[in-house]
């Protein structure tokens, strides 16, 4: 055997042993310092609820809106996991990708508690194939990572917080984003007139809320207004998705559609990039976990 290979056999089992003790070190370090500042509930509460209900702004940012089953649900955000892990304290989140399956980019995250001396692992498969077989371009990839690793992160803190501590405030968040009763009426008005001030198709918005009048809308819809309205400014999403027009059925109508959406997807195929409805997919999952 070389003397190379007897450098090798000798070092390198050393320096993954420093690694390992440098690690160890650290979570020493984050375990003493949380058994010295050990968390209050009552002040996790207490910072939760002063900073989701800061302003109705800071209040929306607590909630996703995701389409399913032919209707939208909505849930906690990313920036309101971030906002409980900040306020809960002692908690250690990180996220990776550890692996590419069948077209999916599998990223895992891991939530430690440094106090209670428990941790959550959640993973996450996100799809970078678009439905022509292409692989998506490299920035579309990149995207489609870091909203897994949204979802991922969001998941295990919501994991390890227990849910009875926090979502009474994420309650209290919906209240402030939508108002009170008093002013419940004058917010619904002013989202519908936003909405019609820049051209959205009020038709599309009857239909998106199942065909509903404007003084029967409930809180739910209206959240789910303010979410769409906030990414439409932000162009995070265009009004047509936002708000697409009722399907009719037209045999001749879907077989120009057919062939239209053929060459789009065609001329998708041959640069990598998401079709148009994939990438409001992408972005819409990007929404999901606030970001």
């Known amino acids: 055997m070389s003397d190379e290979a007897r450098t090798m056999e000798l070092v390198e089992p050393v320096s993954m042993s420093i690694v390992q003790q440098q690690e160890h070190a650290a979570l020493d370090v ?22 989701c209900t800061l302003s109705a702004d800071v209040a929306d940012e607590c909630f996703f809106s995701k389409p ?40 895992e995250a891991t939530c430690r508690d440094m106090e209670r001396n428990i941790a959550s692992r959640s993973q996450v498969r996100r799809s970078i194939i678009g439905r022509t077989g292409q692989r998506y371009q490299q920035s579309v990839v990149e995207n489609t990572i870091n909203a897994g690793m949204a979802i991922a992160r969001r998941n295990v803190i919501f994991q390890t917080v227990p849910k009875a501590l926090w979502q009474p405030i994420w ?21 519908l007139g936003e909405l019609r001030t820049l051209g ?15 003084k029967d809308i409930d809180a739910d819809e209206l959240l789910m207004l ?33 062939t239209a959406a ?17 990438q409001a997919e992408i972005i819409a999952g990007e929404r999901e976990e606030g970001q």
């Open 30 to 51: 984050q375990v003493t310092t949380a058994k010295a500042y050990p968390r209050s509930v009552q002040e996790f509460q207490a910072d939760l609820e002063a900073w």
């Open 68 to 107: 399913q089953g032919g209707s939208s649900i909505i849930g906690p955000s990313i920036r309101f996991a971030e906002l409980v892990q900040a306020a809960y304290k002692n908690l250690n989140v990180d996220a990776k990708v550890i692996g590419e399956d069948d077209g999916h980019i599998i990223v």
């Open 171 to 191: 309650q209290k968040a919906r209240a402030v984003a939508l108002g009170d009763a008093e002013t419940f009426s004058a917010r619904r008005t002013a989202i």
């Open 200 to 214: 959205v198709n009020m038709e599309n918005v009857k239909h998106f809320l199942g065909g509903k009048q404007p």
């Open 226 to 258: 303010r979410l769409k309205l906030k990414a439409i400014n932000a162009k995070e999403v265009t009004m047509d998705v936002a708000f697409p027009a009722p399907t009719k059925p037209d045999p001749a109508a879907a077989k120009e559609s057919v």
């Open 262 to 278: 053929g060459e789009a997807l065609k001329n998708a195929a041959t640069n990598g990039a998401p079709s148009a409805e994939e």
